[in-house]
């Protein structure tokens, strides 16, 4: 507790802006609280506590002391780069229940701040030439809740599925699921911990009980505790580090930017995974992808997901074709999204709220040009914001369009050209993506131009997958792909040259980029803390600090500036009235006696 008041007093700064009182200073925290304080009083209280905030370390930046000058931790040889695949006999990815009956894979996943999408497994899952799909009509989907252990007055049914993934050639084998269900549970109290059970009651096979806490309802002065963001996780044993270190940090939501199981990837070349399909199945026009790892993952998270909501987007590896044409199937089927909660016709698309942030998560690898139906729905579901309620908005996608290492070098700029407009005018805070395996925040940029108003970007695919971590910069002699290297499955390419200094006329910088704060090639996982309506503290941790005491590989304050960053899309926002940028609470000190003010600071120093 003491650190936290530490830190949060670190983070202060003074507002030298002029407001009422010429002789009055704005002290803006990162918490709840700001102070005005007399110019006189300050400077006292500077001097006199300078001693207590310099013992107590060095101060957590915040993105209003950017841009800052681009810093590059290079990968360290100490570590491997990678790790293999987890066998499918792994004790965490093997079937626990005795009964096939029994749920499995359970997981949480949000609706509407009132509702939560419980899903589960049952049945067994068959591989072979020829596959029979099972009948989920002849089982039950039930959710048992409620607020107290072993009590469950709350009852809900849903509805069960199958899918199946096929491919008719030789040498390659067909899928067909267990049942997968999904129910919709609702007439949920925000921050309420609830106690559920799962199954066919008729069985009877339900599951043994767990509990899960709901989110705050959509408000300003409402947050979850911590938001976890992770990519590229995939099944080796750093993903095994990854998501013990994660649960360690104990989130209250979990976001994963795409790339899940990479089962496209799983015994391609014996076992250790392929960059390409034609050098494993010269003879087949499409790549087998081995559906058990989907259930090995489903096993391998349930200790995460059955407990805390996690939401999803797409990524590449989620593809996987099928002879027929059919793509994304298994995503499709498996995960339950907000999405005709949100207006939107897609799972590739959609969007919700956490307490006071909105989060928009946008598919790469559907329609995103201006003239589709998934620009359409950004635009209808962003002019319906109210910041005043939500302040935050958050935007997710699996691929970066700001990137400056060598994988997926503007890979994606097609998409970046399309939407990014839209997300400067309604003043997104923050956009998280995956892809490349690495670790890599950006100072806040606009169109590749330093931008106070730009959203904060950051590439957080580093989950530990089959790939290994990325290491080469687009900016070391050698390591500047060409132009046609980096092309998406799915979509256009649409390469650019720089036209302004110190990169004018050249496809890679030939230094880090001034947009790149910060970058390392490290396998970890990144957690939100949002703090209110202005302020929220980023923490990136690495995997190899699990063992390692308040040890993380980057941190800083993320400030959000609605009175500087003002446009048409923000206007409720500002209101009538002014916001106090970073605060929600201001005390006029010249009510206070100045010992008061004194003994206040000491006491929580």
Same mark, same amino acid.
């Given at each position: 507790?003491?650190?936290?008041?530490?830190?949060?007093?670190?983070?202060?700064?003074?507002?030298?802006?002029?407001?009422?009182?010429?002789?009055?200073?704005?002290?803006?925290?990162?918490?709840?609280?700001?102070?005005?304080?007399?110019?006189?009083?300050?400077?006292?209280?500077?001097?006199?506590?300078?001693?207590?905030?310099?013992?107590?370390?060095?101060?957590?930046?915040?993105?209003?002391?950017?841009?800052?000058?681009?810093?590059?931790?290079?990968?360290?040889?100490?570590?491997?780069?990678?790790?293999?695949?987890?066998?499918?006999?792994?004790?965490?990815?093997?079937?626990?229940?005795?009964?096939?009956?029994?749920?499995?894979?359970?997981?949480?996943?949000?609706?509407?701040?009132?509702?939560?999408?419980?899903?589960?497994?049952?049945?067994?899952?068959?591989?072979?030439?020829?596959?029979?799909?099972?009948?989920?009509?002849?089982?039950?989907?039930?959710?048992?809740?409620?607020?107290?252990?072993?009590?469950?007055?709350?009852?809900?049914?849903?509805?069960?599925?199958?899918?199946?993934?096929?491919?008719?050639?030789?040498?390659?084998?067909?899928?067909?699921?267990?049942?997968?269900?999904?129910?919709?549970?609702?007439?949920?109290?925000?921050?309420?911990?609830?106690?559920?059970?799962?199954?066919?009651?008729?069985?009877?096979?339900?599951?043994?009980?767990?509990?899960?806490?709901?989110?705050?309802?959509?408000?300003? *002065?409402?947050? %979850?505790?911590?938001?976890?963001? @992770? #990519? !590229? &996780?995939?099944?080796?044993?750093?993903?095994? /580090? =990854?998501?013990?270190?994660?649960? *360690?940090?104990? %989130?209250?939501?979990?976001?994963? @930017? #795409? !790339? &899940?199981?990479?089962?496209?990837?799983?015994? /391609? =070349?014996?076992?250790?995974?392929?960059?390409?399909?034609?050098?494993?199945?010269?003879?087949?026009?499409?790549?087998?992808?081995?559906?058990?790892?989907?259930?090995?993952?489903?096993?391998?998270?349930?200790?995460?997901?059955?407990?805390?909501?996690?939401?999803?987007?797409?990524?590449?590896?989620?593809?996987?074709?099928?002879?027929?044409?059919?793509?994304?199937?298994?995503?499709?089927?498996?995960?339950?999204?907000?999405?005709?909660?949100?207006?939107?016709?897609?799972?590739?698309?959609?969007?919700?709220?956490?307490?006071?942030?909105?989060?928009?998560?946008?598919?790469?690898?559907?329609?995103?040009?201006?003239?589709?139906?998934?620009?359409?729905?950004?635009?209808?579901?962003?002019?319906?914001?109210?910041?005043?309620?939500?302040?935050?908005?958050?935007?997710?996608?699996?691929?970066?369009?700001?990137?400056?290492?060598?994988?997926?070098?503007?890979?994606?700029?097609?998409?970046?050209?399309?939407?990014?407009?839209?997300?400067?005018?309604?003043?997104?805070?923050?956009?998280?993506?995956?892809?490349?395996?690495?670790?890599?925040?950006?100072?806040?940029?606009?169109?590749?131009?330093?931008?106070?108003?730009?959203?904060?970007?950051?590439?957080?695919?580093?989950?530990?997958?089959?790939?290994?971590?990325?290491?080469?910069?687009?900016?070391?002699?050698?390591?500047?792909?060409?132009?046609?290297?980096?092309?998406?499955?799915?979509?256009?390419?649409?390469?650019?040259?720089?036209?302004?200094?110190?990169?004018?006329?050249?496809?890679?910088?030939?230094?880090?980029?001034?947009?790149?704060?910060?970058?390392?090639?490290?396998?970890?996982?990144?957690?939100?803390?949002?703090?209110?309506?202005?302020?929220?503290?980023?923490?990136?941790?690495?995997?190899?600090?699990?063992?390692?005491?308040?040890?993380?590989?980057?941190?800083?304050?993320?400030?959000?500036?609605?009175?500087?960053?003002?446009?048409?899309?923000?206007?409720?926002?500002?209101?009538?009235?002014?916001?106090?940028?970073?605060?929600?609470?201001?005390?006029?000190?010249?009510?206070?006696?100045?010992?008061?003010?004194?003994?206040?600071?000491?006491?929580?120093?």
């Amino acid at each position: 507790m003491l650190d936290t008041i530490r830190n949060s007093l670190h983070a202060c700064r003074p507002n030298w802006n002029q407001r009422d009182n010429p002789w009055t200073i704005y002290l803006t925290m990162p918490p709840s609280t700001s102070f005005i304080i007399p110019t006189p009083l300050l400077m006292l209280i500077a001097v006199t506590t300078m001693p207590f905030l310099l013992a107590a370390g060095e101060s957590i930046p915040t993105t209003l002391d950017g841009p800052f000058k681009p810093l590059t931790r290079r990968f360290d040889p100490s570590l491997r780069r990678g790790s293999g695949d987890l066998p499918i006999d792994h004790p965490r990815l093997r079937k626990r229940n005795v009964s096939s009956d029994l749920p499995e894979q359970i997981a949480l996943a949000l609706s509407t701040p009132s509702s939560i999408w419980v899903s589960w497994v049952t049945g067994d899952a068959v591989v072979g030439k020829y596959v029979k799909p099972l009948d989920a009509t002849l089982v039950s989907s039930e959710v048992w809740y409620g607020k107290e252990k072993g009590k469950y007055p709350l009852k809900k049914k849903g509805n069960a599925t199958v899918y199946s993934q096929l491919y008719p050639f030789d040498g390659l084998l067909n899928y067909t699921s267990g049942i997968i269900h999904h129910v919709l549970i609702d007439g949920l109290e925000p921050e309420t911990k609830y106690y559920y059970r799962c199954g066919d009651s008729s069985v009877p096979a339900m599951s043994d009980e767990i509990s899960f806490e709901t989110l705050p309802l959509p408000s300003k *002065d409402s947050y %979850p505790h911590r938001i976890a963001f @992770v #990519g !590229d &996780l995939g099944l080796t044993s750093n993903t095994t /580090t =990854t998501i013990d270190h994660l649960m *360690d940090n104990d %989130p209250s939501l979990v976001v994963i @930017v #795409g !790339d &899940l199981t990479y089962a496209n990837q799983y015994r /391609t =070349t014996g076992g250790k995974g392929a960059s390409c399909f034609s050098c494993s199945f010269p003879d087949a026009p499409i790549r087998e992808t081995y559906q058990p790892r989907w259930d090995a993952w489903g096993r391998f998270m349930e200790p995460l997901t059955s407990k805390v909501p996690t939401m999803v987007i797409e990524g590449n590896h989620e593809i996987e074709p099928q002879a027929s044409g059919v793509t994304f199937r298994s995503y499709s089927e498996r995960f339950a999204v907000p999405a005709s909660e949100s207006g939107s016709n897609s799972n590739f698309y959609y969007s919700f709220d956490a307490g006071g942030v909105h989060f928009v998560m946008l598919g790469a690898y559907v329609d995103y040009n201006q003239t589709g139906a998934q620009y359409a729905w950004l635009k209808e579901d962003l002019s319906k914001v109210d910041r005043a309620v939500t302040p935050w908005l958050v935007a997710t996608m699996h691929p970066p369009w700001y990137n400056s290492y060598s994988s997926h070098y503007q890979e994606f700029e097609c998409m970046r050209q399309e939407m990014e407009e839209l997300l400067y005018q309604h003043r997104v805070d923050i956009i998280f993506a995956g892809h490349v395996h690495a670790y890599e925040r950006m100072n806040r940029i606009y169109n590749y131009t330093l931008d106070p108003c730009g959203a904060v970007y950051i590439t957080i695919g580093d989950g530990g997958n089959i790939e290994k971590v990325d290491v080469d910069f687009a900016d070391d002699p050698g390591k500047c792909p060409s132009p046609g290297d980096n092309v998406p499955e799915i979509g256009g390419s649409c390469p650019l040259n720089f036209t302004s200094a110190p990169a004018k006329d050249k496809f890679c910088w030939d230094r880090q980029p001034d947009w790149s704060a910060f970058r390392e090639s490290s396998f970890g996982h990144g957690i939100l803390e949002v703090m209110n309506s202005t302020y929220a503290l980023w923490t990136w941790h690495r995997n190899q600090d699990v063992y390692k005491d308040d040890s993380y590989g980057d941190q800083i304050y993320i400030v959000r500036q609605p009175n500087l960053c003002i446009s048409p899309a923000t206007s409720r926002e500002a209101g009538g009235g002014r916001e106090a940028s970073g605060c929600e609470n201001r005390f006029s000190s010249p009510s206070f006696p100045m010992f008061i003010w004194i003994f206040l600071m000491f006491g929580i120093l």
